[in-house]
């Protein structure tokens, strides 16, 4: 089964900051992982798609790049909604995997 | 609206089983494949079964291989998790979620339903 590596697994930053977060699977994905949003008590929510598509809605401040075995969820001003933890997924396999997670906190 | 919506989840002793339902609306149910995905109390997101548009094509997770099976009835726009052999560590909300094939994402999930598995 493909590995998947998130980090950092938390981080607090300011409303304003730029925030990256990073994933790495264990074998070359090409470009197929997803990122999602999930806040407490509700259902995951797709962000990206297919390493930097964003899904319908998805306010651009959020973007994603890699392919291989690297990719990165960015958010380029970070807004006090955005308070979550992140998640990404390949999509590779006939197993899927999601990462560990992210939680990101404001500041 | 679009949605999914999940029902059947309950306490019930390990050994024991359950049945999960979601009823998907305002799609064309068939034209998807289907998923649950479940996540354990303050745990990340673990993939559990899939299935695809006719019902002919599954895949598990190892851990629920031979205990868990995933169908589907597409003239109710409804799709199950028969869940037997339970053990303590199913403990989780599953999720139903629409998953638009090999090599895609999910993109549409129902609110969850918790099954707690204890003596």
């Known amino acids: 089964d493909i590995q998947m590596t998130q980090s950092p697994s938390s981080l607090s930053a300011s409303v304003g900051d730029r925030v990256i977060i990073t994933c790495r699977t264990s074998?070359?994905?090409?470009?197929?992982v997803n990122w999602y949003q999930q806040k407490p008590g509700k259902a995951p929510k797709l962000l990206i798609y297919a390493a930097s598509t964003l899904q319908s809605g998805v306010p651009s401040r959020f973007s994603g790049s890699g392919s291989g075995t690297d990719f990165t969820l960015t958010i380029s001003s970070l807004q006090p909604e955005d308070s979550a933890t992140y998640y990404c997924q390949e999509s590779y396999s006939s197993t899927i995997t999601f990462g560990q997670g992210t939680r990101l906190d404001i500041k | 609206e679009v949605q999914l919506v999940e029902s059947g989840g309950d306490l019930v002793q390990p050994g024991g089983s359950l049945r999960l339902s979601c009823a998907a609306s305002?799609?064309?149910?068939?034209?998807?494949?289907m998923s649950w995905v479940r996540q354990a109390p303050g745990k990340g997101l673990e993939w559990v079964a899939n299935i695809n548009q006719d019902g002919s094509g599954r895949g598990y997770v190892d851990s629920v291989k031979g205990r868990f099976t995933v169908f589907r009835d597409n003239a109710k726009n409804s799709l199950y998790l028969q869940m037997n052999s339970l053990r303590v560590d199913d403990t989780a909300v599953y999720y139903c979620a629409r998953w638009r094939g090999a090599q895609s994402e999910f993109d549409l999930w129902g609110q969850g339903t918790l099954v707690t598995v204890s003596s």
């Open positions: 074998q070359s994905v090409l470009i197929y």
């Open positions: 305002e799609y064309i149910f068939s034209n998807y494949w």
